[in-house]
């Protein structure tokens, strides 16, 4: 039937409905004199369950719209809204998305399709991420003067443990992830909630070796001043905070897979305080971030090296500033999360948004050692070179020929700390601890 003849047979039902209301004695008599004469459409579908009708009974006496203006009542956001909560306390959510999905085509609602954006935003982030990474590894290879350290190791792990949320993505917009709810069998709802329930446990794992991975490499240049002791205790706080949230991510409903299966009117079960939980989980990672990000900088500030020198080195150890403000967007994408009754097109933000700040944060974590690689690869390729010879001659008379001089900086613990000249344009700084005789290059 076209959308004209339901409506038209939709408002004849109300009209019934409304005329034999006043003849009967009790709702239940009223709405069974109002759906004889129309029982359904011509289609087989029910115009509205009789649930809707008992509903629409009790809220458009006070919506301001007659009950037989279908437009008004279409249009007016608080009787929806309503009226899924009136439908949702009197049968299974099942039976719900039903009626919401028949009043949805009734009303011409337009349909709405975002199930392209995660796995999109999945492909292209992690494909660069990987790209980012291979190079960081690559600087390790024999003739790089690197050897791997535990910062690669643990980087390592969190590309490892990106896959799955990325897959995830896959998976999520495959069965439904960015359609409205009521357009999806429940089956489908169930294997949303799943694999963002797995999802949300992998994205704690690989965030919290993104962190430690960061502070790792902080402390090979870091270790021999008081910044060292810092930033193990802020590897120590991560690490509780990943614990923390992952155990109440796991354990968030009881059984566990009640957080998958809580829409089926049998199965029995409780669940914390999701929403906030999230909240609070985005909101510790944010403050975690901002504290990564701040902890090298006094150091940096204070190292006696030209002001431009300084500046790059400070923007390249700040560059961590794009995780947080991933981290702030995915909050801000939370907020919808937890009002939402319609889960499946509301969570898409939130799950693109999460697999961004991992992705961000890898390139982050890799940029000094992939700086260093390519670095390297220049200035041995002979094209280059000659490019940049013309650059330093034409450039020589200002500079002067003094590159030769050491530069002295205190750092807050009272150490002594040289910046060395770099002896090729694969070294970007290098740090030289005067009472150690220990080079240290962030790379």
């Not at 999360?337 to 499946?344: G, L």
């Not at 530069?407 to 700390?417: F, I, Q």
Request: aromatic letters at 10%.
């Amino acid at each position: 039937m076209k959308l004209s003849g339901m409506l038209a047979a939709t408002a004849a039902a109300l009209a019934a409905f409304s005329s034999t209301a006043q003849a009967a004695t009790s709702a239940a008599e009223a709405l069974a004199m109002a759906q004889k004469p129309y029982p359904e459409c011509a289609c087989g579908i029910p115009i509205f369950s009789r649930l809707q009708l008992v509903c629409l009974t009790k809220l458009v006496p006070t919506s301001g719209c007659q009950l037989t203006d279908t437009a008004c009542l279409c249009t007016n956001e608080e009787v929806n809204a309503n009226l899924s909560v009136c439908v949702l306390q009197g049968c299974n959510y099942e039976d719900a998305l039903k009626t919401k999905n028949g009043s949805a085509t009734m009303c011409g609602l337009p349909v709405r399709d975002d199930t392209m954006k995660p796995p999109l935003v999945a492909g292209v982030g992690f494909g660069i991420a990987l790209i980012i990474y291979i190079l960081r590894m690559c600087s390790a290879l024999p003739g790089c003067n690197r050897e791997l350290s535990w910062d690669d190791w643990t980087i390592t792990a969190c590309v490892l443990l990106t896959i799955p949320p990325t897959v995830f993505a896959f998976t999520l917009s495959a069965n439904g992830l960015g359609k409205d709810i009521w357009t999806l069998p429940l089956q489908n709802v169930e294997n949303v909630l799943f694999f963002y329930f797995l999802g949300e446990l992998f994205y704690f794992l690989a965030q919290a070796m993104n962190k430690v991975s960061i502070l790792l490499f902080l402390h090979r240049i870091f270790q021999h001043n008081s910044l060292g002791k810092a930033i193990w205790v802020t590897i120590g706080l991560t690490l509780a905070y990943a614990a923390a949230f992952f155990f109440a991510t796991l354990f968030q409903c009881w059984p566990i897979n009640h957080a998958w299966l809580q829409l089926e009117s049998d199965h029995l079960g409780r669940c914390n305080n999701i929403h906030l939980q999230g909240w609070l989980s985005a909101a510790f990672n944010i403050v975690l971030d901002i504290v990564i990000l701040a902890l090298p900088l006094h150091q940096l500030y204070q190292l006696q090296m030209p002001l431009k020198k300084k500046l790059m080195v400070m923007v390249v150890f700040s560059m961590g500033i794009f995780v947080t403000l991933a981290s702030v967007i995915r909050l801000r994408t939370l907020v919808v999360f937890a009002n939402s009754t319609n889960i499946t097109y509301d969570y898409v933000d939130a799950a693109y948004w999460s697999t961004i700040e991992l992705y961000a944060g890898i390139i982050t974590a890799s940029l000094p050692a992939v700086y260093k690689f390519l670095s390297s690869a220049l200035s041995q390729n002979a094209a280059w070179s000659a490019v940049k010879s013309k650059l330093s001659g034409a450039s020589s008379g200002s500079r002067g020929t003094d590159n030769s001089h050491s530069a002295v900086a205190n750092g807050s613990s009272g150490l002594n700390r040289r910046l060395t000249p770099k002896r090729s344009e694969a070294e970007f700084v290098l740090l030289t601890d005067v009472e150690s005789g220990k080079s240290q290059r962030w790379d």
